[in-house]
């Protein structure tokens, strides 16, 4: 009573008030009190939602497309598995006669990451040099096995004219560029 002592004393008069219905094309129908004064507004509001899909301009139709189709299995071959495993040798040192899988000489690397592709090769470069298929320097592929140094060392084509090696004491597997001269016989293990 301590507000109301401090008004007027009088109560403010409470307007009159009707139910109207909105209706919202596409949500629904709503049923709201709307005072005396206002059912003008409410019934503009509902023309307005009844008239502005008419308003809108129409949108454009969307073309037809198709979803594309899902990208074919990349066939890996044997080659692409052993080569991928002599990549994370990448830095091991040079041992000669080691095959792996710390330290590596030239036909361990190569007999190490085919053996990762469930294949065994033999342990030297001149047996190396003798599994497989020939393959005609233009048409090497990554993982083929590649025969340089008068037949004494082995290295598997990386692609882009590189050979992936394990090349002498003391230094690294690294890649190095390779030509074809260089080349005594490469073989493709299929």
Not at 14 to 35: L, N
Not at 51 to 64: E, F, G, I, S, V
Not at 108 to 113: I, N
Request: proline share 8%.
């Amino acid at each position: 009573m301590g507000t109301l002592a401090a008004t007027t004393g009088t109560m403010p008069a409470i307007a009159s008030a009707a139910t109207t219905t909105i209706d919202v094309p596409g949500v629904g129908k709503f049923d709201v009190e709307v005072p005396d004064q206002f059912t003008a507004q409410a019934d503009q509001l509902n023309q307005a939602l009844k008239d502005a899909p008419k308003a809108m301009p129409a949108a454009p139709a969307l073309p037809n497309f198709a979803p594309p189709a899902p990208a074919a299995p990349v066939q890996q071959t044997l080659g692409d598995v052993a080569l991928d495993a002599a990549k994370t040798k990448v830095g091991a040192m040079y041992s000669w006669g080691a095959s792996g899988p710390y330290n590596f000489d030239c036909s361990g690397l190569v007999q190490w990451a085919y053996k990762q592709a469930g294949i065994k090769l033999p342990r030297t470069s001149f047996e190396q040099s003798h599994v497989g298929a020939p393959v005609a320097f233009q048409n090497l592929k990554p993982g083929d096995i590649v025969i340089t140094n008068g037949g004494g060392h082995v290295g598997m084509y990386a692609g882009d004219g590189k050979l992936l090696n394990a090349v002498q004491s003391g230094e690294p597997v690294t890649y190095t560029n390779l030509s074809s001269d260089e080349v005594v016989t490469a073989r493709r293990i299929v």
